[in-house]
T-cell receptor
Framework: GAVVSQHPSWVICKSGTSVKIECRSL??????MFWYRQFPKQSLMLMAT?????????EQGVEKDKFLINHASLTLSTLTVTSAHPEDSSFYIC??????????FGPGTRLTVT | AQSVTQLGSHVSVSEGALVLLRCNYS??????LFWYVQYPNQGLQLLLK??????LVKGINGFEAEFKKSETSFHLTKPSAHMSDAAEYFC?????????????FGTGTSLTVIP
């Protein structure tokens, strides 16, 4: 089956620094990727939709200048959390959509901001 | 608009007992329905999905779910719980149209299996 990877799987960073999370579709091309955020014991909340070669579409309430999304190729999307703060600590999950509109989820990235 | 309601944020069953996790949805278009399982600090693993056709869907690990349009439900069941089934379960809906890509997740149900 289709595989989506995320790197890193977990990261600890200091407050005020930026951290980049990669989402890759390993064996298929993904024109669209999605970024979700999950707080402990809560459901996934869609943050943004990333389309290859164009600007991401952000959900209401998500700061586009804080959560920078780049979808530079058909197999890679990145989420950069800029000037991270402890409240940004969360589990970030991406999903990728293939050409027949199936979506596959990555394993997630645990971000801890100290 | 689409939404998902999972009744019961925590469910406990004895090992070997029936597992029933409830999911109701609302959708203005014919929905695609999904159940995912999430183990601690891991991503989502697809258990099963309903798109079209047979309303009783069988998934992995012995789970199945039945799409009942009249009840707008998609409850997840397993005849006999195993200890390894202890996890968080999410029901999700998305529109059936090619452009209906956005998933709407329920709030999740934490399943505990008692030995």
């Amino acid at each position: 089956g289709a595989v989506v990877s995320q790197h890193p799987s977990w990261v600890i960073c200091k407050s005020g620094t930026s951290v980049k999370i990669e989402c890759r579709s390993l064996d298929f091309q993904a024109t669209t990727m999605f970024w979700y955020r999950q707080f402990p014991k809560q459901s996934l909340m869609l943050m943004a939709t990333s389309n290859e070669g164009s600007k991401a579409t952000y959900e209401q309430g998500v700061e586009k200048d804080k959560f920078l999304i780049n979808h530079a190729s058909l197999t890679l999307s990145t989420l950069t959390v800029t000037s991270a703060h402890p409240e940004d600590s969360s589990f970030y999950i991406c999903s990728a959509r293939d050409t027949i509109h199936e979506q596959y989820f990555g394993p997630g990235t645990r971000l801890t901001v100290t | 608009a689409q939404s998902v309601t999972q009744l019961g944020s925590h469910v406990s069953v004895s090992e070997g007992a029936l597992v029933l996790l409830r999911c109701n949805y609302s959708s203005s278009v014919p929905p695609y329905l999904f159940w995912y399982v999430q183990y601690p600090n891991q991503g989502l693993q697809l258990l099963l999905k309903y798109t079209t056709g047979a309303t009783l869907v069988k998934g992995i690990n012995g789970f199945e779910a039945e799409f009942k349009k009249s009840e707008t439900s998609f409850h997840l069941t397993k005849p006999s719980a195993h200890m390894s089934d202890a996890a968080e379960y999410f029901c999700a809906v998305r529109g059936g149209a090619p452009t209906g890509n956005q998933f709407y997740f329920g709030t999740g149900t934490s399943l505990t299996v008692i030995p």
